[in-house]
């Protein structure tokens, strides 16, 4: 057998090429599940092919020591979440190189991509048949539980696997810290973290924090080449449908015609628009954050806002920071939550 690096530098070249230019699968994807365009498809493929570079598999399997590929009877169970595109690669990824027998209960909107990449893969690897099992119904007997899904869908995983070595995932949300000093392609580097993926991932930027006296109009200048999500009918309907309620309650908006734009303390803004919160003092702000570091699965500034960034991880190592234009790009090496699965499944008896 290949080692796992020479095998999953394979898989990210077709991740890159051939999956890329698959319109058939790409089209079918699209077919269960509106939300997947062909536009957030590719995205994803691209940048899960550019996490499996020769540079980053090395790194990330010498991190803990994995040459080659050791496999056991521990049978890890996946309940996948489908708001986008392959976003339980990962953990399936993590399950067969900590040598797990993954069985994995695929969500429906998003039945189609994992089981292209696993079919790939065992064409790259004959030897792995068989190591990832797809199931329609329960997981049955399993050794531990990764499962993603909503806050009301933890109260089930809580019910039917917490006996079980489990990593339970529900809602988190991107937030932006911006400190004045921000380019014009800075912030267009932040749009992408926006409207990447309509904005449905953990990872997405649903709320930016913005200085008293900065002006918004920069980012509606920046952020216009993303007007053609006006034109996708799900997205259209979200925009439309938060904009009637909004102005019926008589609150504030700012708007462009595929973006509202709403002060609120809230934190996880619906799909089609954004919340906003200005601040005076960069100490409060990061204060305020930190006491939302639950809810968070990555805090965004531009790359020289480095005291912003020393500051969040001085408070809390686990938080995850990242630079604009980076929230949909993530390495091996980003868990989802902080937690190394890869450490949670070889920890396992």
Known sequence: MKNPQHILVELGIWFRTTATNDIALIKSAEAHNGWFTEESVTTSLMAHGNALSEE??????????????????????????????????????????????????????????????VNELERLSPELRGRIEFVEGKLGEVDAVIATGSTNSTRYFESYFGHLPHIFRSQRTGVAILDGHETDKELAALGDDIFTHFGLGCRSTTKIFIPRDFDLDRCFAAWVVWNELGNNNKFANNYDYHKAIWLLNGDDLLENGFLLVKEDEAWVSPVGSLYTERYDSQDKVIEKVMGYSDGLQLVSTREGASSIQAAIQASDEEVAVGYFGKAQCPTLSDYADGIDTIEFLMSLK
């Open 56 to 117: 980053g598999v090395s790194s990330w399997l010498e991190r803990y020591g994995i040459n080659e590929f050791q496999f056991s009877d521990k049978k890890l169970g996946l309940v996948l979440a489908g708001n986008l595109p392959l976003v339980g690669w990962h953990d399936m990824l993590c399950g067969l190189v900590a040598g797990c027998k993954v069985v994995v209960k695929a969500s429906r909107d998003d039945a189609i991509l994992p089981k292209a990449v």
